[in-house]
């Protein structure tokens, strides 16, 4: 009985927009992957990556229209594709959903790239900043003035953390911290006289893109304590949606909770005094 039923449907012909919105969202959905790809394990250049990424989401935003006119055209013809139509839709969606979210932070969040703990004199690239220059990369001069007032608007609490531990430990427990996140380090110099700075560069990378972002840590002696500053700038697009403030203040929390919990310094043996009543050992 259900073949009689179904077979004036088979007769039906498939819809051809909606036969390319399924195609047009498939091939998106490769080329966006491939992208990410390519960007998170330095394939090729960003830029076109990035291009092409954008061209996934293009491509998905043309699918979602062909549905849309399939299945006016499939509730008009009675055609067959409904099930290619819901497809489309579905992993245009899944392509869609997480970059219309980061369109939502661009628009409510400042056009900054590049964050610090202190404006002033903030942390200096020094390795990293042979890898920013040419075009579309962010310099590794800080923005100065008009960035810093930005910053303080939008994030009011990044602040130079102080630890009540020596600078070297203080370096430390810092490195190690880096070390645990899988931050790519480039140099690392702990403190010396005369000035006893510590001094971290570190490569981060955004979660789902995975693109660069360069970190510089300051350590330095504060009486009997240390401060510690950090800073941390995205290579490319004059905004960062948010993330080199998320990082900072994550890793300010993790820094000050280790050096809260960090054991005390085992205090060195003192030097074993000659028994009385015995005679040093003649030459």
Do not use: C
């Not at 969040?109 to 404006?119: N, S």
């Not at 560069?201 to 693109?211: D, N, Q």
């Not at 300010?252 to 310094?265: F, V, W």
């Amino acid at each position: 009985m259900a073949r009689r039923f179904s077979a004036p449907y088979q007769m039906e012909p498939v819809s051809s927009l909606a036969v390319w919105a399924r195609r047009l969202a498939v091939f998106a959905a490769i080329a966006a992957v491939v992208s990410t790809l390519v960007v998170r394990f330095d394939f090729l250049e960003v830029r076109p990556a990035i291009a092409t990424f954008f061209g996934a989401l293009a491509l998905a935003g043309v699918s979602i229209l062909l549905a849309l006119a399939g299945f006016a055209a499939i509730w008009q013809t009675g055609a067959r594709g409904m099930a290619r139509i819901l497809l489309a839709l579905l992993i245009d969606v899944m392509i869609l959903a997480y970059p219309a979210y980061l369109g939502w932070k661009y628009r409510s969040l400042p056009k900054i790239h590049d964050i610090t703990t202190d404006a002033i004199d903030p942390p200096k690239f020094e390795t990293l900043a042979r890898l920013r220059v040419g075009d579309g990369v962010n310099t590794a001069v800080y923005a100065g003035l008009y960035s810093a007032e930005l910053q303080r608007a939008a994030y009011p609490n990044l602040e130079t953390v102080q630890v009540d531990l020596p600078v070297q430990r203080a370096y430390d427990i810092t490195l190690n911290l880096v070390n645990r996140r899988k931050w790519r380090v480039v140099d690392s110099r702990p403190p010396q006289p005369p000035r006893r700075e510590g001094h971290i560069e570190a490569v981060a990378r955004t979660e789902v893109m995975g693109l660069p972002e360069d970190v510089t840590i300051r350590i330095l002696p504060d009486g009997d304590g240390a401060r510690i500053d950090i800073r941390s700038a995205s290579r490319y697009f004059e905004s960062d949606l948010g993330s080199n403030a998320a990082r900072i203040a994550k890793f300010s929390e993790d820094l000050t909770s280790a050096a809260e919990n960090a054991p005390a310094p085992k205090p060195e043996p003192a030097p074993k005094q000659p028994a009385k009543g015995k005679a040093a050992p003649k030459k």
